[in-house]
C-alpha cells in the first residue's frame, strides 16, 4: 500500500492570474501514488496541473482536488536511431532542451514558452510557429500510459486504444492523467535559425505574405499591432525562418554550433499597478517595436526567437493583481481575412491594451477530438481583465467568432460559454460518449470542463 496523499488547500490560478480559486491539491510522485488518490482520495473529483502554463481554468478544480505532476519528471528512455524520447509526464520542455539540444536534438514544435510539461502540452495539443509546415504535437506523440478513472493504466496509441488516444491528445485532461510519453524529436545541426523580418502595412498585406511565404519558411509568426486603425490596421512585423546551417554560423560559433548563448534572466518581482498598462502605453511600445524592426534577415539563437518571454520570469504580473485573459481564436481562411479586420477594429476601438499580439499561419487539422488547430489564420491577445467590461468584450467578440466559423483555444480560454464551445467544437459530442464510457463519474473533471458543459455540474 502506498502512502496515502494528504491534500493541502491551495488558491490556484492559470498564467492569466484569473480567475483565482481555492483547490486541494496532492502531489504524488510516482504513478503508484497517483492511482491510490484517484482510486481512494476523498474528492469528488480530480484534475492534472503541471507547471501552472495554461491562461485560465483548465488546469483549476474549485473545491476539489488537483493533482500536482511535476516530481514525476523524469527522462526514461531514448532511441538514438530514430529521435524517440519516453520520458514522465511532468517533465518540462526546458529541461528536454537541456539535455538534448547539445546533443543535436529538438522538440519537434513548441509553444511560445518551453515551461510547460509534456503532459500539459499533449493535453492541450499545443502547436508553435511551424503549425502551416508540421501540424501540432499530436503529430509527434508516438504512444502515452494514461491512469484512468477505474484505475487502469492504458497504453495508447494510433494502434492500441486509438480512440482514447485521440481523445486524450487535445482532450485537457479529462479522459485521466497522462503518466508517460514516448515523443519523436528532430535532429538539428545548430541551435540558430535564420530569421526574415519584414514589415508589413496592415491586414491584407501581412496575409498576403504569410500565405506567399509559407512554403519558403519552416516557422513564421507576426508580432500585430493590435491598436493600429485605418490604413494601418494590422500592420505587422513578419519573422519568418529556418533552421540555421552549420555553415552559416559565424567562425566563433561553428566551434560549438548547439550550444545556447547565456542570458541573465530579469524578473517582474511584484504585480505591477494596472494604471501602468493602458492604451497610451501600449501604443508607444507598439510604435517603438515597430519601427526598431526594419526588414533584414538576422542570425537568431532558438531561446530567443521561440521563447522571447521566457526570459522574463513571472512577466505575467505586469497585468495586475486582476490579471488578464489571453484570447486566442482561429478563422478558415476563406473568413480570415474580415474577420479579424472586425476584430482587430472593435479592439482597437474599445481601446484594449495588448501589446503581446501574435497572428500566425494554420495547416491541417489533426486527429484530436479537441484539438484547436484546423487551417487559416490564428490571433492571441492579451488583455487585461476588468471585471463586467471585458466579459462584455469578450462576448461580443466571441459573437463575432461564430459567426465566422471560428475557434477559441482551450488553453487560452477563461470565459467562454457552453453554449458557444459547443458550436465551435463539433467533436465534443463524440468525445463526451467515449468519457462516459471511461470515466462515468466524471472522477477526472475541472472547473473549466464544467463551465463549458464537457462534463456535468458536479
Known sequence: MTRRENPAAMRLSGWGNYPVESCRVSRPETAAAMREVVLHGGEQSYISRGLGRSYGDSALNRDQGVLL??????????DAEHGRLACEAGISLAEIIDVFLPRGWALPTTPGTKFVTVGGAIAADVHGKNHHRDGSLGNFVIDLQLLTAAGQILHCSRDENTDVFWATVGGMGLTGSILSATLRLVPVETAYVEVDYQR????????????????????????IDCLARGKSLGRSVLMLANDAPRSALPIHLQADPLRLPRRRRRSVPFHLPSCLLNSWSVGLFNEVYYRSHPDRRRLVDVDTFFYPLDTVLNWNRIYGRRGFVQYQVLFPPQTSHDALARLLERVAARRQASFLAVLKSMGAAGPGWLSFPFEGHTLALDLPYRGEQTDRILAELDALVLEHGGRLYLAKDATMSAETFRAMYPGLARFRQLKAEIDPNNRFSSSQARRLGIVGPQ
Do not use: C, I, M
Open 69 to 78: 505532476q511535476t516530481s514525476q519528471d523524469r527522462l526514461l528512455t531514448f
Open 200 to 223: 508589413t502595412t496592415n491586414l491584407g498585406d501581412t496575409l498576403e505574405r504569410l500565405t506567399a511565404t509559407n512554403r519558403d519558411f519552416h516557422f513564421s509568426v507576426a508580432w
